[in-house]
């Protein structure tokens, strides 16, 4: 999992390398607010981390202390639930959804897991298309109809035929974008609705997807899907395709709800429990000597 999470760093570490050629045993404050904001760390983030350190070079433990308090909130505990385990996957069109749906699938299914989809992005013809295509490819169930069709009543039949047969999960996904914010806004809070109805507690998860290659500009993003229907966690795709790893920091400070996984590549595999130490100690190494 290290290596993943490592790797995922790699282009962030070589940014870095711009301001800091050279590895060293320690920074000033100087340095470290260029590195930081080199990596996509919010200036306001940056500040606060710098303010709360007195010593005048900042070694690996110091820093290391003060980043894992920024991600103080990135753990999660699974509610309480009865089978089958509903989540619900929002986010813009382009974060990745429809992947990280199929890299979540194929994971409980290699868990030994029972899985259901549900292709609720009613809006768009293509979402529901490229999510049928990766059940088949999956050999996993799906509940879908045509364009335009309610998308909280593909949710409704989703649970229901789980339910029916036994299910241990089923995922749903939904609407990136409709006509107006408000338009999208109203369908999530229906099918947040139409969840509990066909089954007590569901949507026992709601995730955001975020988009790692947009950085901070995800934190206003994430911020108004909240408004919304209130996230239980978020998983941040193609932070191997981005310089800009330090904006965790900086959504995990701001949002101040669970990191759950990151995705890492495009294969099933690629999808790994965010782990904060691991992820810290993949920055610190590009930037402090063993």
């Keep these: 999992m290290f290596s993943f999470i490592k790797n995922s760093l790699s282009k962030t570490a070589e940014a870095i390398k711009a301001i800091v050629p050279k590895k060293q045993l320690?920074?000033?404050k100087e340095e470290l607010e260029e590195i930081l904001l080199e990596a996509d760390v919010e200036?306001?983030?940056?500040?606060?981390i710098l303010n709360e350190i007195y010593q005048s070079k900042i070694t690996r433990d110091i820093l290391r202390s003060k980043l894992l308090a920024t991600l103080a909130y990135t753990s999660y505990k699974e509610p309480e639930f009865k089978a089958p385990f509903v989540e619900l996957i929002i986010g813009v069109n382009g974060a990745g959804k429809t992947t990280t749906i199929s890299k979540l699938a194929s994971k409980y299914k290699n868990e030994g897991k029972k899985v259901l989809l549900g292709a609720g992005d009613t809006f768009r013809a293509a979402a529901i298309e490229q999510l049928t295509l990766w059940a088949k490819k999956l050999n996993i169930p799906i509940v879908a109809s045509k364009q335009g069709?309610?998308?909280s009543a593909v949710?409704?039949?989703?649970?229901d035929s789980a339910k029916a047969k036994v299910y241990d999960h089923v995922i749903i996904d939904t609407a990136g974008r409709l006509h107006t914010q408000t338009n999208l806004a109203n369908e999530l809070k229906k099918i947040h609705r139409i969840c509990?109805?066909?089954?007590s507690g569901a949507?026992?998860?709601?995730?955001?997807i975020l988009d790692g290659t947009q950085g901070n500009s995800a934190i206003a993003q994430a911020k108004a899907f909240h408004?919304?229907?209130?996230?239980?966690?978020?998983?941040i795709t193609k932070l191997d395709g981005t310089a800009k790893g330090g904006s965790v920091f900086s959504i995990a400070y701001a949002l101040e709800l669970p990191i759950l996984y990151v995705g890492t590549g495009e294969q099933p595999e690629n999808l790994v429990p965010f782990d904060k130490y691991e992820?810290?100690?993949?920055?610190?190494d590009a930037i402090y000597e063993e």
């Design 149 to 151: 069709h309610d998308s």
């Design 196 to 199: 509990e109805k066909a089954h």
């Design 227 to 235: 408004e919304m229907v209130g996230i239980d966690g978020i998983i």
């Design 155 to 159: 949710a409704y039949d989703a649970i």
């Design 203 to 208: 949507p026992h998860r709601t995730i955001l």
């Design 26 to 28: 320690s920074f000033s």
């Design 279 to 284: 992820f810290v100690d993949g920055l610190l």
């Design 43 to 48: 200036y306001s983030l940056v500040e606060i």
